[in-house]
């Protein structure tokens, strides 16, 4: 896998990912970006990591999807001197990455209108200390408070502010929105993130290759399936091991059942949130069915801790995969009779038409992904773009919608459905028999090993290195979230603050995902 262009030698990884990785200098940083953007590719990741392996080095990476697959890029850089050339200017989206790199590690990029404010630093840690380096050993925080963050102000005639959170009336995760209004309309909306940072990623170093599976699982619980399996592709690929089959098709069960879950959800609560509160009550039954059918094949609601590295933790047993399918069946009847309720209110459809729209051209500028993305005319779906097995054998049908609006992003969860209830269907008839589970040889140090899965919010990413004595040195858990935040905020310009809650349900981005 390389970027068009892209002179340097990859290394191609192992592993179910198509992956490569190509180590750069400084202009050939920018240049791998610049190459990238010119020839269509998209910016997945940015990140940081401390060489423990090279005295007083760090790394700044990215990773790009291209037509081939994915293609990583690492700049080392001497700690002394932690500078890198800014990719903000290419790709909007990793400015809020490099943020997040800078306070992690102390990785500082260079360019023209470069935003230096901290992202997670809300007064954990004092001036010159970075958590992901290896000298960092404190445990209590300072006694000062943080600074005030700098909001981007808008002035004017009538213009006045609304500050929302980071503590909310509703039981949410805690993130501030600093609205700058003229009466109802919004000018500008600023999101301020990384509230509860959880320290996972340095978590991460305290476990072996082979448990990592279970913090993975908890990055983002909405999407627990997801982050697991991209973390047992990973983990497969640092330990050179193939899952047997039966247990790669148990592991899409799992997935498109999160998928389904998810969206059944959602679809409620933008009903509700667009004063049809019969919409919640219908699929709020639905998803709670859904979830105790779960409990019942796989031991758990959300299937948490149920896909391991080398395989799957469960096998449902022939009626159980029955019972599936036939669930899958009668759900679909019910939410095809909730489209149509949805389709001719019109009450409903003026809330949701044209409220929060991101044209296909802003989405592709602004890097909008996943199930957000394609609403918005961004026709990638790595169950279709890079198929891993089985996906490979179920022929997904990407769904791709064009108005980038409240409406379309509500179609896209309704043909989403669609598609995964035949993909559930088609998995039960197609399942192989066989072993769910194969034993896990030794990691060898310094393995590295990607996973990458299209979760039912986007693709999620897991970028994974061995250490000594078989534990993590290095992993990397990125959610689509990162990308999609920064767009929410342009997506509500125009709006009127009430129907703030109907667009940010909409995306119903993570903040847990991005809080790290």
């Excluded at 779906?381 to 198929?387: K, T």
Aim: hydrophobic content about 45%; some cysteine; charged content about 25%.
């Amino acid at each position: 896998m390389r970027i068009p262009g892209m002179p340097q030698a990859t290394e191609a990884l192992p592993g179910a990912v198509p992956a490569s990785i190509a180590r750069v200098n400084a202009a050939a940083w920018s240049e791998a970006a610049v190459l990238a953007r010119r020839s269509g590719c998209r910016l997945v990741a940015v990140w940081g990591a401390e060489r423990r392996d090279r005295d007083a080095m760090l790394s700044i990476f990215a990773a790009y999807a291209t037509e081939q697959g994915l293609c990583m890029v690492e700049l080392p850089v001497a700690a002394a001197n932690p500078v890198y050339p800014d990719l903000s200017g290419v790709f909007p989206a990793a400015n809020r990455m490099q943020r997040a790199a800078r306070d992690l590690l102390g990785l500082v990029p260079e360019g023209v209108d470069v935003d230096s404010r901290p992202w997670l630093r809300h007064g954990a840690w004092r001036d010159g200390e970075f958590p992901m380096r290896r000298d960092f050993g404190r445990t209590t925080p300072p006694e000062s408070t943080p600074d005030d963050y700098a909001f981007v102000r808008v002035e004017g005639d009538g213009v006045h502010e609304i500050a929302v959170g980071p503590i909310h009336a509703g039981i949410i995760e805690p993130g501030h929105f600093r609205f700058s209004v003229v009466g109802e309309k919004v000018l500008r909306l600023e999101a301020h993130l990384g509230y509860v940072h959880k320290g996972i990623e340095r978590r991460f170093e305290d476990f072996a290759v082979g448990d990592g599976y279970r913090l993975a699982g908890r990055v983002s619980g909405d999407s627990t399936v997801a982050y697991a399996w991209a973390y047992a592709q990973a983990a497969e690929a640092v330990l050179v091991v193939r899952p047997p089959p039966r247990a790669l098709w148990l592991r899409a069960l799992m997935l498109e059942r999160e998928r389904v879950a998810n969206h059944l959800g959602d679809l409620g609560a933008l009903g509700n949130d667009g004063g049809f509160g019969f919409a919640l009550a219908q699929f709020m039954r639905l998803k709670e069915d859904w979830l105790r059918v779960n409990e019942a094949a796989f031991g758990h609601r959300f299937m948490m801790d149920r896909v391991v590295p080398g395989g799957v933790e469960v096998d449902p047993g022939p009626a159980r995969l029955e019972e599936l399918a036939r669930q899958a069946h009668e759900v679909l009847r019910e939410v095809n009779t909730l489209r149509g309720i949805f389709d001719e209110h019109s009450g409903l459809q003026d809330r949701f038409l044209t409220a929060g729209r991101v044209s296909p051209s802003l989405a592709h500028e602004l890097g909008l992904t996943g199930l957000a993305g394609r609403a918005s005319g961004q026709a990638h779906d790595l169950r279709a773009d890079h198929p891993a097995p089985p996906y490979d054998a179920l022929k997904v049908r990407k769904v791709v919608h064009q108005a980038g609006d409240v409406a379309a992003r509500v179609n896209a969860r309704f043909d989403e459905i669609g598609e995964s209830m035949r993909l559930l269907t088609a998995i039960v008839e197609g399942m192989p028999a066989g072993d769910v589970r194969v034993a896990l040889p030794r990691a060898r140090d310094g393995a590295l090993g990607v996973g990458w899965i299209e979760g039912w919010r986007g693709p999620v990413l897991v970028v994974l290195e061995a250490g000594a004595g078989e534990r993590i040195r290095r992993c990397h858990a990125h959610d689509p979230s990162w990308h999609n935040w920064p767009v929410l905020e342009h997506a509500v310009i125009g709006n009127i603050v009430p129907d703030f809650p109907l667009i940010n349900k909409s995306f119903n981005l993570s903040y847990s995902g991005v809080d790290g």
